[in-house]
């Protein structure tokens, strides 16, 4: 069973680069709908965007202009760059599966805090 | 954007009763509708997809209905251990939305 396993700073100063790295372990990274969702602090789920193995990416329009979405299938992992932060970034970040656009995201990983404060 | 407006925020009921958490398309989106179930302090888990189908390993209890802008989750016996918030998904088009959920308590 695939897992997934999100890394990156737990803390970041406001106007700097989020960076957060989604590894597959268990499972390649082909042929999937990869995803990052974030949740701030007591609130709901909020979508970021996604990306398609062979590249393609889509993202949140509230977001657009800060947010980018890689992949790298040679180290079967996928990222997200948000910049610059400001405070209401703060958040639980999640990536997460999808395995067609016919289906929910089945597999999640466990999520990393992130803060963003000076 | 279709926006999705989920109701109620939150519900107090007792073990072993019928619970219906609703979510509402403002355009239709066919099918393309997911739930997730969330425990306190833990990871979002998907619990059906496609509006009706059970994701695997998820208690029969729990079933979705619904196509086109409405949308409806049941948990037909409410048991303890389904004290979560709830979330419904849409992901027919660009941008994915989720609804602002539902917070299950027992009464």
């Known amino acids: 069973q695939v897992q997934l396993q999100e890394s990156g700073p737990g803390l970041v100063k406001p106007s700097e680069t989020l960076s957060l790295t989604c590894t597959p372990s268990g499972g390649s990274i082909g042929s999937y709908y990869w995803t990052w969702i974030r949740q701030p602090p007591g609130m709901g789920l909020e979508w970021i965007g996604y990306i398609y193995h062979i590249g393609s990416a889509n993202y949140n329009s509230s977001l657009k202009n800060r947010v980018n979405i890689s992949i790298d299938t040679s180290k079967n992992q996928f990222s997200l760059k948000l910049s610059p932060v400001i405070a209401t970034d703060t958040a639980v970040y999640y990536c997460?599966?999808?395995?067609?656009?016919?289906?929910?995201?089945?597999?999640w990983g466990q999520g990393t805090s992130v803060t963003v404060s000076s | 954007d279709v926006q999705m407006t989920q109701s109620p925020s939150s519900l107090s009921a007792s073990v072993g009763d019928r619970v219906t958490i609703t979510c509402r398309a403002s355009q239709g989106i066919s099918n393309d509708l997911a739930w997730y179930q969330q425990k306190p302090g833990k990871v979002p888990k998907l619990l059906i997809y496609?509006?009706?189908t059970l994701q695997s390993g998820v208690p029969s209890r729990f079933s979705g209905s619904g196509s086109g802008t409405d949308f409806t989750l049941t948990i037909s016996s409410l048991q303890p251990e389904d004290v979560a918030s709830y979330y419904c998904?849409?992901?027919?088009?660009?941008?994915?939305?989720f609804g602002g959920g539902t917070k299950v308590e027992i009464k």
């Open positions: 997460a599966r999808r395995r067609d656009f016919w289906s929910g995201l089945d597999v």
């Open positions: 496609a509006a009706s």
């Open positions: 998904e849409k992901y027919n088009g660009d941008p994915l939305t």
